[in-house]
């Protein structure tokens, strides 16, 4: 059984910052790619950012230069690091993970349950 928890979400004012991190347990044999994902009320789930084993990073435009990912290959963990937060940026923010749970079998992809995050004055 593997499991994915986020943790860090919460009501923060435009421009402030929050740290989201993720924490994979479990039957894990090796975790690919990890990413962040965000959905947004009445909005499609969205690609945030995401991170290769090797430390790779992918963003999208709008949070370029705001949101930084970051990863623990040690701990299985993933990070995301969000700074100068706009109102845009409220939504429910889910952990993604590429993992095998043994070298003979293909990975799939794992989902946290999501953490809320608020941008609000």
């Known amino acids: 059984q593997v499991q994915l928890v986020e943790s860090g979400g919460g009501l923060v004012q435009p421009g402030g910052s929050l740290r989201l991190s993720c924490a994979a347990s479990g039957s894990i044999f090796s975790i690919n790619a990890m990413a962040w994902y965000r959905q947004a009320p009445g909005k499609e789930r969205e690609l945030v950012a995401t991170?290769?084993?090797?430390?790779?990073?992918n963003y999208v435009d709008s949070v370029k230069g705001r949101f930084t990912i970051s990863r623990d290959n040690a701990k299985n963990m993933v990070y995301l690091q969000m700074n100068s937060l706009k109102p845009e940026d409220t939504a429910v923010y889910y952990c993604?993970?590429?993992?095998?749970?043994?070298?003979?079998?293909?990975?799939?992809?794992?989902w946290g349950q999501g953490t809320q995050v608020t941008v609000s004055s």
């Open positions: 993604n993970a590429d993992l095998k749970v043994s070298p003979i079998f293909r990975s799939y992809d794992y």
């Open positions: 991170i290769t084993r090797a430390g790779a990073t």
